[in-house]
């Protein structure tokens, strides 16, 4: 991307800046009350739709009895209040003890996934900050898998992965020596490595084109200053880089987090639709018992709980981030 | 500012690195898509035994490639062309007009964006059947129910997008059209729209690849008939072979023209998307 002309502000502007946003009320706005609104009526029908109306019905599912049978006649569901979550949230109980399992290994796989593909990111984005000869042959390189369909990437992947025809034993085993039989990836405790690793490779150009975009708002002089003041490489990135680069880290951990916790298609494809329990995460966990089971109640019930776990995840990120925000200003 | 040596090299090795790990999954499936079935069925080997291009012809009879190749393609353009109609409307009066609910708008639009798909599965399978059974409107199991699904998906950031590609045209322009006479809908398709082509071709490409890669609706909400690629590929496993060979020449095919379409299109939607990302 060479400096984009018309490319809107990509970190500095925030959408209520009043410099980025000049006042746009016109008498001719008002004197047309109803435009915006009927401008925006498709999208709004259409967001209600298919997003804000099914998730309150979600909401009314969980608290309903809608197992196979009652799903031909879901009028005749009978209301059974919390039930659901009681079942599904009782760690005592199976179906919570599953859940349970599958809500920290989704955990385990969130965490370190949004970190190496952070790392990653950086990395890539800071060593091609300068220009030099096939900087951009490499960035379009770097940028592929995440223009990759998901599953020809993970089919890909999932070839790699097996365990007497794929690259990865071969390398392993027969070339450089290090194993002595071949393991399963795609199987048993490997598959949360597996899973792992083709999560990063699909989500790290991500955070890479974020980063990189970012880095551009830093102006050249203050790396100049820092180099009379005598500051190295790293001390440069310690004092330059990462704090110009703190309002789009901030966006961008918390969109990673929410995109890797919610991951279906990755496990889906991977797995071939049963994840192994090492690798069971959560939206696949709900998917297969939802869809196993026919009880949709359940299933709603999880994926309520889910929503509830997400959105005081996300309050208390944005609640601790703008305070420590503030107290640096 | 000179580069030093140690970050010269430290340059280099990352920069190796990080290419190895790109190109090893890209790379298999360039030389597997023309392998001979033999050769992917025994240990692995770096190189085609003797290179072939059979398996892009298997690949058509192996499974109804074609019929879910047209499926995708439908349903993706479909849903692409809708998703931006809807959005430049809602872009411009986000952009251009001050009205109650603006912001409440934006906020409830993006963060739709976050939740987890699995939440709007279950009650829109149900929702999608019962209408079904009700009223005759088939939306479950057909290309009519993902079109509808699909644009939705890609609504938010593409509004977000547009927004971004709107505010930066100057609002001088608007006003001159307007002294000359232009309606706001004029202004927007004669000087709104054209200043803001990038933009809108970037974001078209973006609805139709959220809908060309879609896994998890097209998994329940198809039949044989109306099956999309996401699901299909995964027809070449059967119970007694797995021809890895035409899944890559498969996957090869359904993913050159997206990664082309990104690739060309590379700055305009890096631009409109770290926009909306990171705004």
Same mark, same amino acid.
């Given at each position: 991307?060479?400096?984009?002309?018309?490319?809107?502000?990509?970190?500095?502007?925030?959408?209520? #800046?009043?410099?980025?946003?000049?006042?746009?009320?016109?008498?001719?706005?008002?004197?047309?009350?109803?435009?915006?609104?009927?401008?925006?009526?498709?999208?709004?029908?259409?967001?209600?739709?298919?997003?804000?109306?099914?998730?309150?019905?979600?909401?009314?599912?969980?608290?309903?009895?809608?197992?196979?049978?009652?799903?031909?006649?879901?009028?005749?569901?009978?209301?059974?209040?919390?039930?659901?979550?009681? #079942?599904?949230?009782?760690?005592?109980?199976?179906?919570?003890?599953?859940?349970?399992?599958?809500?920290?290994?989704?955990?385990?796989?969130? *965490?370190?996934?949004?970190?190496?593909?952070?790392?990653?990111?950086?990395?890539?984005?800071?060593?091609?900050?300068? %220009?030099?000869?096939?900087?951009?042959?490499?960035?379009?390189?770097?940028?592929?898998?995440?223009?990759? %369909?998901?599953?020809?990437?993970?089919?890909?992947?999932?070839?790699?992965?097996?365990?007497?025809?794929?690259?990865?034993?071969?390398?392993?085993?027969?070339?450089?020596?290090?194993? #002595?039989?071949?393991?399963?990836?795609?199987?048993?405790?490997?598959?949360?490595?597996?899973?792992?690793?083709?999560?990063?490779?699909?989500?790290?150009?991500?955070?890479?084109?974020? &980063?990189?975009?970012?880095?551009?708002? &830093? %102006?050249?002089?203050?790396?100049?200053?820092?180099?009379?003041?005598?500051?190295?490489?790293?001390?440069? @990135?310690?004092?330059?880089?990462?704090?110009?680069?703190?309002?789009?880290?901030?966006?961008?951990? @918390?969109?990673?987090?929410?995109?890797?916790?919610?991951?279906?298609?990755? %496990?889906?494809?991977?797995?071939?639709? $049963?994840?192994?329990?090492?690798?069971?995460?959560? $939206? *696949?966990? *709900?998917?297969?018992? $939802?869809?196993?089971?026919?009880?949709?109640?359940?299933? $709603?019930?999880?994926?309520?709980?889910?929503?509830?776990?997400? @959105?005081?995840?996300?309050?208390?990120?944005?609640?601790?981030?703008?305070?420590?925000?503030?107290?640096?200003? | 500012?000179?580069?030093?040596?140690?970050?010269?090299?430290?340059? +280099?090795?990352?920069?190796?690195?990080?290419?190895?790990?790109?190109?090893?999954?890209?790379?298999?499936? !360039?030389?597997?898509?023309?392998?001979?079935?033999?050769?992917?069925?025994?240990?692995?080997?770096? =190189?085609?035994? +003797?290179?072939?291009?059979?398996?892009?012809?298997?690949?058509?009879?192996?499974?109804?490639?074609?019929?879910?190749?047209?499926?995708?393609?439908?349903?993706?353009?479909?849903?692409?062309?809708?998703?931006?109609?809807?959005?430049?409307?809602?872009?411009?009066?986000?952009?251009?007009? +001050?009205?109650?609910?603006?912001?409440?708008?934006?906020?409830?639009?993006?963060?739709?964006?976050?939740?987890?798909?699995?939440?709007?599965?279950?009650?829109?399978?149900?929702?999608?059947?019962?209408?079904?059974?009700?009223?005759?409107?088939?939306?479950?199991?057909? +290309?009519?129910?993902?079109?509808?699904?699909?644009?939705?998906?890609?609504?938010?950031?593409?509004?977000?997008?547009?927004?971004?590609?709107?505010?930066?045209?100057?609002?001088?322009?608007?006003?001159?059209?307007?002294?000359?006479?232009?309606?706001?809908?004029?202004?927007?398709?004669? !000087?709104?729209?054209?200043?803001?082509?990038?933009?809108?071709?970037?974001?078209? !490409?973006?609805?139709?690849?959220?809908? =060309?890669?879609?896994?998890?609706?097209?998994?329940?909400?198809?039949?044989?008939?109306?099956?999309?690629?996401?699901?299909?590929?995964?027809?070449?496993?059967?119970?007694?072979?797995?021809? =890895?060979?035409?899944?890559?020449?498969?996957?090869?095919?359904?993913?050159?023209?997206? !990664?082309?379409?990104?690739?060309?299109?590379?700055?305009?939607?890096?631009?409109?998307?770290?926009?909306?990302?990171?705004?």
């Amino acid at each position: 991307m060479a400096t984009p002309t018309r490319a809107p502000a990509l970190t500095g502007a925030h959408p209520g #800046d009043a410099a980025a946003r000049p006042p746009a009320v016109r008498p001719r706005t008002r004197r047309r009350p109803l435009l915006p609104y009927l401008l925006l009526a498709p999208a709004l029908v259409l967001e209600l739709a298919i997003h804000v109306i099914p998730m309150f019905v979600g909401a009314f599912m969980s608290l309903q009895e809608l197992t196979r049978f009652h799903l031909r006649d879901w009028s005749g569901a009978p209301f059974v209040g919390l039930d659901n979550f009681r #079942d599904v949230l009782d760690v005592d109980g199976p179906a919570g003890a599953q859940l349970l399992h599958s809500f920290w290994v989704t955990v385990a796989y969130t *965490i370190a996934s949004v970190g190496l593909s952070w790392l990653l990111g950086t990395a890539a984005a800071v060593v091609l900050q300068r %220009p030099f000869r096939g900087r951009a042959v490499l960035r379009a390189l770097f940028l592929t898998p995440y223009a990759l %369909p998901v599953y020809t990437a993970v089919i890909t992947w999932s070839f790699l992965l097996q365990r007497d025809t794929g690259l990865v034993n071969h390398v392993l085993v027969d070339q450089l020596g290090l194993l #002595d039989e071949r393991p399963f990836w795609l199987i048993g405790e490997n598959s949360f490595v597996a899973l792992l690793v083709v999560s990063v490779w699909r989500s790290w150009p991500f955070a890479f084109l974020c &980063i990189m975009a970012g880095l551009q708002n &830093i %102006p050249t002089e203050m790396y100049e200053a820092a180099a009379i003041d005598g500051a190295g490489f790293w001390r440069r @990135l310690r004092d330059v880089t990462l704090p110009m680069l703190r309002p789009v880290n901030l966006v961008l951990v @918390l969109v990673l987090f929410l995109w890797t916790f919610n991951d279906f298609n990755t %496990p889906y494809v991977l797995f071939g639709g $049963s994840a192994p329990e090492a690798a069971d995460l959560i $939206s *696949i966990h *709900i998917y297969r018992s $939802s869809f196993e089971t026919w009880d949709f109640g359940a299933g $709603s019930a999880m994926s309520v709980a889910l929503l509830l776990f997400l @959105l005081a995840v996300t309050a208390v990120y944005l609640l601790i981030t703008n305070r420590r925000g503030r107290s640096h200003a | 500012m000179r580069e030093t040596t140690g970050e010269r090299w430290g340059r +280099r090795v990352v920069l190796t690195l990080l290419a190895l790990f790109v190109l090893t999954p890209l790379y298999v499936m !360039v030389t597997s898509a023309a392998k001979p079935l033999q050769d992917v069925q025994d240990s692995f080997t770096w =190189w085609p035994s +003797r290179p072939t291009a059979q398996a892009f012809v298997d690949m058509w009879s192996t499974v109804p490639l074609g019929r879910y190749l047209v499926n995708s393609l439908l349903v993706s353009s479909v849903a692409a062309v809708f998703s931006v109609t809807v959005a430049i409307f809602a872009a411009f009066a986000v952009s251009r007009y +001050r009205f109650r609910g603006r912001g409440l708008f934006s906020v409830t639009v993006l963060s739709t964006q976050m939740f987890p798909g699995i939440l709007f599965l279950l009650p829109l399978f149900l929702i999608y059947v019962n209408i079904g059974t009700a009223t005759g409107i088939e939306l479950y199991a057909s +290309r009519t129910g993902l079109i509808v699904t699909y644009l939705t998906f890609s609504l938010p950031f593409s509004i977000w997008m547009l927004v971004g590609y709107f505010d930066s045209i100057p609002r001088g322009l608007d006003e001159a059209a307007q002294v000359d006479g232009a309606g706001p809908l004029r202004t927007l398709f004669q !000087v709104v729209l054209p200043a803001a082509v990038p933009g809108v071709v970037a974001v078209t !490409v973006y609805a139709f690849m959220t809908a =060309w890669g879609e896994v998890l609706f097209a998994s329940v909400m198809t039949d044989e008939s109306s099956r999309t690629l996401a699901v299909g590929l995964q027809g070449y496993s059967t119970q007694f072979n797995v021809y =890895w060979n035409q899944i890559m020449a498969a996957s090869l095919v359904v993913s050159v023209p997206v !990664v082309a379409g990104f690739l060309v299109l590379q700055r305009y939607f890096v631009a409109g998307l770290t926009a909306g990302a990171v705004k």
